[in-house]
């Protein structure tokens, strides 16, 4: 049980160091950010795609079209597989403003 505890308060950790990247907006940490989603199946799913973009998503993506390797390319094809669906009226301030309120104290 305390293991379980220990790994949902690691993921939590990882997540708001996305975050703070994300609010951040150094396109080069796209990379970071894309690593982190992709070490676990748990990492995938609880760090959101738009995370990816705190920079924009066409910045992202010019910034990763520029870049060689597996890695960025398998990142760049989910980014363009998820644009209609989830970069939909993209707004970071929207979503820092999301998180901010997830975080905050009750």
């Known amino acids: ?52 973009c705190g920079a924009g998503y066409e910045k992202t993506v010019t910034y990763l079209e520029q870049k060689d390797g597996d890695q960025v390319r398998e990142q760049l094809n989910y980014l363009r597989q998820c644009e209609p669906y989830d970069f939909v009226d993209f707004s970071k301030e929207e979503w820092v403003s999301y998180y901010k309120q997830y975080y905050e104290e009750p």
Request: with cysteine; net charge neutral; aromatic share 8%.
């Open 1 to 52: 049980m305390r293991i379980k505890k220990q790994e949902a308060v690691d993921h939590e950790y990882l997540k708001t160091l996305c975050i703070l990247l994300f609010c951040i907006g150094n396109v080069e940490d796209t990379v970071l950010i894309w690593q982190a989603k992709r070490k676990n199946q748990d990492t995938g799913s609880y760090i959101d795609v738009q995370l990816l």
